[in-house]
């Protein structure tokens, strides 16, 4: 039984349109998951407003790389985003691989995302069987993909809110 996470909060702040671009990173060793996920992504995004661009990695392991690229890119004004969404699937396998890749995207990702200042939503789904991933992925604005996506523009709202004047 899933208990679907309610995602951002689900107060009015949370679903009123926001101005942001989101880089959604894709992470395609399994591309119908990554489908899954990236339609209830762009799903939520359009619902706000937003806009978005995409890159697709191999798998999550290049997920930090790329962000940390994106980050430099953006620290020297050739890019623009005001958030991240990573997007992808570790299945377990027979190996210790599975531990490697699942703690080291995870960690250097939020690394990047901590010492760069980017909110970032994470949908990297870390499973034990296909069917555990499906039923993550799928469901659209509903799925895991779909709640990365609101907390990367919750992220951002709350961010923002320590700038507003009080004045
Ligand atoms: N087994 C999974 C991988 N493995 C590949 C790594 O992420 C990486 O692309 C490779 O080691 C080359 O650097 N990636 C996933 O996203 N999901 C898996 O289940
Ligand atoms: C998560 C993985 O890297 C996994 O798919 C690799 O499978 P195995 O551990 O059987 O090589």
Redesign the pocket.
């Known amino acids: 039984m899933i208990q679907k996470t309610p995602g951002a909060p689900r107060d009015e702040k949370s679903a009123a349109p926001i101005r942001a671009h989101i880089l959604f990173i894709e ?1 395609r ?2 591309d119908d998951i990554a489908d899954m996920l990236i339609e209830g992504a762009i799903a939520e995004c359009k619902k706000r407003g937003a806009t978005y661009e995409r890159i697709a ?6 997920i930090p790389q790329v962000l940390a690229a994106a980050a430099d890119a953006r620290s020297a004004g050739r890019t623009a985003f005001d958030g991240a969404v990573a997007l ?4 377990r ?1 027979e190996t210790a ?2 531990d490697i ?1 699942c703690n080291n ?1 995870n960690h250097w990702m939020m690394d990047v995302a901590m010492r760069q200042n980017i909110p970032v939503g994470n949908a990297i789904l870390t499973v034990d069987t296909r069917e555990q991933a499906v039923a993550r992925a799928e469901g659209g604005i509903t799925g895991k993909g779909g709640d990365a996506a609101r907390a990367c523009l919750r992220l951002i709202e709350a961010k923002r809110a320590f700038w507003e004047t009080t004045a």
């Open positions: 992470a060793y399994y990695v191999p798998g999550a392991l290049e992808g699937c570790v299945i396998g691989h599975y890749v995207a």
